[in-house]
């Protein structure tokens, strides 16, 4: 029985050794050639899905005296697969952003005139900012001056001199 688990062992090898090298050339390429590989390549990992599912009742299908060894086997290749998925996943990922930039046609000049409008504005916030606290400097200053003139007429009234 171990026969037909080291034959999947040599289909998983040759097919995430596949996988891996198509994994690597997706960010590389580009328009339809790139979306063929990624189908490829899904179809590629579903295929080490199932030959994992076929270990897997291989293993169980063992002597239990052996099965320990096959399971610590199939449970590396698990970690591989997962590990595939992730970078799979990621080189997609990629794939997407590539696209969404190409359609949204987002290019270097938007950026800085994204960025010199940003710049204006922040400089019209920072004189509206100035204004304002001049104002209330103003503001301030006009108070204190009522409540001088308030007290010194008050001073005044009550030593008979008048503010009116």
């Known amino acids: 029985m171990s026969s037909a688990f080291e034959a999947y062992e040599q289909d998983f090898g040759t097919l995430t050794a596949e996988i891996t090298n198509k994994i690597g050339r997706i960010p590389k390429l580009g328009g339809e050639e790139k979306t063929q590989l990624v189908l490829n390549v899904d179809k590629q990992l579903e295929e080490v899905r199932e030959l994992m599912e ?21 449970k590396s290749y698990k970690g591989e697969m997962e590990k595939l998925e992730k970078d799979f996943k990621r080189s997609r990922i990629a794939y997407s952003d590539e696209v969404r930039n ?26 509206s900012s100035r204004r304002l606290e001049a104002g209330y400097q103003i503001a301030v200053e006009t108070g204190m001056h009522s409540i001088w003139l308030g007290k010194g007429c008050g001073e005044i009234r009550g030593g008979g001199g008048g503010c009116d």
């Open 54 to 74: 076929q270990m897997d009742l291989e293993v169980r299908e063992l002597p239990i005296q052996s099965r320990s060894m096959y399971q610590s086997r199939l």
């Open 102 to 127: 190409e359609l949204l046609g987002e290019d270097a000049g938007s950026s800085e005139s994204q960025r010199a409008h940003l710049l204006d504005n922040t400089e019209k916030l920072e004189r």
